[in-house]
Each structure stands twice: as structure tokens, then as C-alpha cells.
């Protein structure tokens, strides 16, 4: 059995976040408190920081994540967190096909959801598991 702890980044935008609707996917919170309870569990997103920052906190993810909060500037999350987190045993769970290329590139582990935007494109290189939504994480009980 593996018993390290594992790093888990989870994505906001169409992964937590509907940006549609402006408020979190129904399986949010609940996907959260699971990875959460496991894991060393990071919110990880990539944008306009302030832009970025202010849905976290009118959706309250920045009380849910406090201190493991993760904004990078440019949309290139990846390659600017590889100092953090490249040597690390991570599992990044992610919409955007060209990020999941960049983790999985890296060695990472990946869980590709298919909602929002990027729905119907697929990533270059092929996720360890790839879901509609994040209770099938939980029910699949995917974090292992
Ligand atoms: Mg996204």
C-alpha cells in the first residue's frame, strides 16, 4: 500500500467553477472535503489575479483552501509551478486539455473532467482517468 501522502491541484474555472452560471458546480464542496481528507489538497488556477482571487472569495473556496491557494498570472500554471511541486506525487485534476498535456508531461498523475468549455476537445496525451463530473471521483474513489 501507498501510504505518502499525495498532492492533489484542483483547477477553478469549469472544474470547480461554472463559469457560465457564476457559482460552483452542485459537486464542489462536497468533491473538496473528500480530497481533502486524504491529501494535501491545493486550489490551482491560472488568470487575471485579482479577477482570479475574487471568486474564490465570493464563492468561499478561500475559507475551504485557506493557505493552499494558487494563482499564477500568466496560463502557464504548469510550467510556474514546477518549482513547488515537480518533484512532488501529484494528482491534477484539470479541464483544459493543454494543461493536462503540461502535468502529465511532467509525470504527474491526471484526472480530466469534461464540462465547460473545453468539453468536446481532447487533450494530446492520454490522462490516467478521464470524468463528466466530480463526484465520479469520489464515487470511484479516484484519489488512491
Ligand atoms: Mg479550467
Known sequence: ??????????????TLYEVDSGNLYPDAIDFV?????QNETYLFTEGDHNFQK????????DKIFGKNIRIYDEFLKIENSKKEFSDKDVILIDDKPLVIDGAISLGWETIRIKRGRYKNKDSQL???NTVKDLQTIVSGNLLL
Open 126 to 128: 492520454k490522462p490516467n
Open 33 to 37: 472535503k473528500f480530497a481533502q481528507k
Open 54 to 61: 475574487n471568486k474564490i472569495e465570493k464563492t468561499g473556496l
Open 1 to 14: 500500500m501507498n501510504s505518502q501522502k499525495k498532492i492533489i491541484l484542483v483547477d477553478l474555472d469549469h
